[in-house]
Nanobody, 124 residues
Framework: QVQVVESGGGLVQPGGSLRLSCAASGSIFSINSMGWYRQGPGMERELVATITSGGSTNYADSVKGRFTISRDDAKHTVYLQMNSLKPEDTAVYYC??????????????????WGQGTLVTVSS
């Protein structure tokens, strides 16, 4: 079994910053891509940022220059540093990971796992 736990959401004023974390735990052999998605009120879920196992990153145009995704493979954790936050960034943010499940050092299969979501509210 593998679980992911997100943290770091909350209420922040426009122009402020937040840092989201998503930690995976369980029978993990390795983690391929990791990413963050968000769903605003009345909106569809959209990609925010992704990072590959090699460290290549991809960002939505709306967050480029403001958000930074990073990962710590030793901790099986992905981060999203959000700066210069705007009211339109208000959403539930979801972590997404492609986890290689392993047992006794042997990779078995790949699972796509979503976090439970963490609410980010940008408001004065």
């Amino acid at each position: 079994q593998v679980q992911v736990v997100e943290s770091g959401g909350g209420l922040v004023q426009p122009g402020g910053s937040l840092r989201l974390s998503c930690a995976a735990s369980g029978s993990i052999f390795s983690i391929n891509s990791m990413g963050w998605y968000r769903q605003g009120p009345g909106m569809e879920r959209e990609l925010v940022a992704t990072i590959t196992s090699g460290g290549s990153t991809n960002y939505a145009d709306s967050v480029k220059g403001r958000f930074t995704i990073s990962r710590d493979d030793a901790k099986h954790t992905v981060y999203l540093q959000m700066n210069s936050l705007k009211p339109e960034d208000t959403a539930v943010y979801y972590c997404n990971t492609d986890v290689v499940i392993g047992r006794l050092g042997v990779p078995l299969r790949i699972l796509e796992i979503w976090g439970q979501g963490t609410l980010v509210t940008v408001s004065s």
